[in-house]
């Protein structure tokens, strides 16, 4: 099993900023993927940003311009640099990961959640 840890939630102003991040640890082989999504009050949960483990983002277009993610490979963590927030941009923020447990072949990938942190813009 892998378990993540999430941190750095919380309440901010709007045009303030908060950083994020998330921790990986357990039976972890390899990374594909880790990264942010969000469920915002009454909402389905949606993308923010991934990052691979070579490097390559994605970013939801909403958050694209003041959202910055970033990883650590060696500590299997991710960040999230969360700049001019936006009362919209209020929700439990979910940290993701796609993960290998062996180097067998084929290779088989598991996804983990996080159990969420809170972020709360006020206007």
């Known amino acids: 099993q892998v378990q993540l840890v999430e941190s750095g939630g919380g309440l901010v102003q709007a045009g303030g900023s908060l950083r994020l991040s998330c921790a990986a640890s357990g039976r972890i082989f390899n990374v594909n993927t880790m990264g942010w999504y969000r469920q915002p009050p009454g909402k389905q949960r949606e993308l923010v940003a991934t990052?691979?483990?070579?490097?390559?983002?994605d970013y939801a277009d909403s958050v694209k311009g003041r959202f910055t993610i970033s990883g650590d490979n060696a500590k299997n963590t991710v960040y999230l640099q969360m700049n001019s927030l936006k009362p919209e941009d209020t929700a439990v923020y979910y940290c993701?990961?796609?993960?290998?447990?062996?180097?067998?072949?084929?290779?088989?990938?598991?996804?983990?959640w996080g159990q969420g942190t809170q972020v709360t813009v006020s206007s």
């Open positions: 993701y990961t796609r993960t290998r447990r062996n180097s067998g072949v084929p290779a088989v990938w598991y996804d983990y």
């Open positions: 990052i691979t483990g070579g490097g390559t983002t």
